[in-house]
């Protein structure tokens, strides 16, 4: 039974740790899948490659009211799915080279296979050849999620996909349902539809994106149902095969209907793998979600085991992987002088059409936590960018306390959301205050920033 100073089981952020300050220590690396975790392989970065595709694909449409006649002649799905994976299977492919066969690696020992905790600090992998137990004084679980679906009758049955396979199907089909209100389903409702096939959204709740603000979640779901067949306040009872796919027995509103296309996305959330590795067999506790439960330190319940990522995080987010990555290497190499995760002001975007982005609370979150504060709205229609893209639909929101005039969240629907909000977020994470921030420096004319700093003189502080 081999014995390591320290395991790491994921090879997504936690893979980031392993440095030369490392090198005098004897570690293994246990890797089920592939390379690089969700972000590199199933999320993020492959599905922005698709997006900035879909982008291009959807803009002759919104050329006519500029005075711009365009057409869109085509869209060669295999090229744009061979040039996403092109790019990002080489990087997995090099990942695992790198951490098998390069000399930096000499103390490292990669384990490929799927492991669980058969006891404290005992992990056992399965191998190709058969079943490995090691044993360490560290790990760190840094072994992501994984989509799930609901428990419908029916649905294992219909060859559905999820986030994980449908980027790499064969052939577009011509007709789709995305199951799922959330954003995995409104990025690939927006990929698909700008590629040219039709989009059945089926939601649960009577708004899509309902995680959002109040005021950005009406917006999108107001324009999503101008551009794809949304079905709100629907129960999905049962699902079939069908000869040409896969149909939705729902029950809405209006009763009893059923919804068919050529292919299924289940796009109904993720569930974090403490499960899989029977964590609580080596004594590490769970949250209600199945998340793990860590301190600010990225400390479990027993010492000498940290968590990091989708696995414990509730944000699931890759930005906050990777800066609970350097906490934990940082408490790692330095144990008596510890460092703490940062998650006050956590931002996020859906890259859908339109962007939406977020940092900071909700209106609805504020009402609930009795917190005091004032809002400001600012419509893209109302600066000369705007003007220049004849954007009516989107616009900025902020939340602030009246008092300081410190910031407490913002929310953008529009173009460029992910990108304005990072401004926001500074400000925020560095207690720069809305009239400092918007009388402080120039803002560039006729520029898109102006959506924000017209957002922060609309703010009603107090005197």
């Avoid at 008596?336 to 939406?356: C, G, K, Y």
Wanted: proline letters at 5%.
């Amino acid at each position: 039974m081999p014995h390591y100073d320290l395991v790491i089981i994921g090879t997504g952020s936690g893979n980031s740790i392993l440095d030369q300050r490392f090198a005098d220590k004897k570690i293994a690396v246990v890797e089920k899948g592939v390379f690089g975790g969700t972000c590199l392989n199933v999320g993020c970065i492959p599905t922005k490659m698709f997006v900035h595709a879909a982008d291009v694909a959807a803009s002759p449409a919104s050329g006519a009211r500029l005075g711009v006649d365009a057409t869109l002649d085509g869209v060669r799905w295999p090229e744009i799915r061979d040039r996403v994976f092109g790019r990002i299977d080489p990087i997995a492919a090099g990942g695992r080279e790198y951490r098998t066969e390069h000399e930096d690696n000499a103390n490292v020992t990669v384990y490929e296979g799927e492991a669980r905790f058969t006891g404290y600090k005992e992990l056992t992998v399965e191998l190709p050849g058969g079943a490995e137990t090691l044993t360490a004084d560290q790990f760190v679980l840094a072994a992501g999620g994984r989509a799930v679906a609901p428990d419908v009758p029916g649905l294992a049955e219909t060859g559905y996909h999820t986030s994980d396979t449908i980027m790499r199907i064969d052939e577009l089909p011509s007709r789709m349902v995305v199951l799922g209100s959330g954003f995995i389903g409104a990025e690939f409702a927006h990929v698909f539809a700008s590629f040219g096939v039709e989009v059945t959204v089926v939601a649960r709740s009577g708004a899509l994106l309902r995680s959002e603000d109040d005021d950005i979640s009406e917006r999108y779901t107001e324009l999503a149902s101008s551009r794809f067949d949304v079905r709100l306040n629907r129960k999905t009872v049962r699902a079939h095969r069908t000869p040409t796919g896969v149909a939705l027995e729902l029950e809405g509103p209006d009763g009893a209907e059923t919804v068919e296309a050529d292919l299924l996305l289940v796009a109904t959330g993720r569930h974090p793998n403490s499960d899989v590795l029977d964590v609580e067999k080596t004594g590490v506790t769970t949250l209600p979600s199945g998340h793990v439960e860590v301190d600010d330190h990225q400390r479990t319940a027993v010492e000498g085991i940290y968590a990091l990522g989708d696995i414990s995080s509730p944000y699931e987010l890759k930005h906050v992987a990777n800066h609970e990555a350097r906490v934990v290497q940082h408490n790692l190499l330095h144990p008596d002088e510890p460092i703490a995760s940062d998650h006050r002001f956590v931002p996020h975007a859906v890259f859908t059409a339109p962007q939406i982005a977020t940092v900071g609370i909700t209106e609805r979150d504020a009402r609930e936590r009795g917190v005091r504060y004032v809002t400001a709205t600012q419509d893209y229609a109302g600066i000369a960018y705007g003007w220049a893209m004849e954007d009516t639909s989107s616009f900025a929101k902020l939340l602030a306390d009246p008092a300081t005039g410190q910031l407490l969240g913002a929310h953008i629907i529009g173009p460029q959301a992910a990108t304005l909000i990072q401004t926001l977020v500074q400000a925020m994470s560095f207690g720069l205050d809305a009239r400092s921030m918007a009388r402080g420096q120039y803002w560039i004319h006729p520029a898109m920033p102006e959506l924000i700093e017209n957002a922060l003189l609309n703010l009603p502080l107090d005197e």
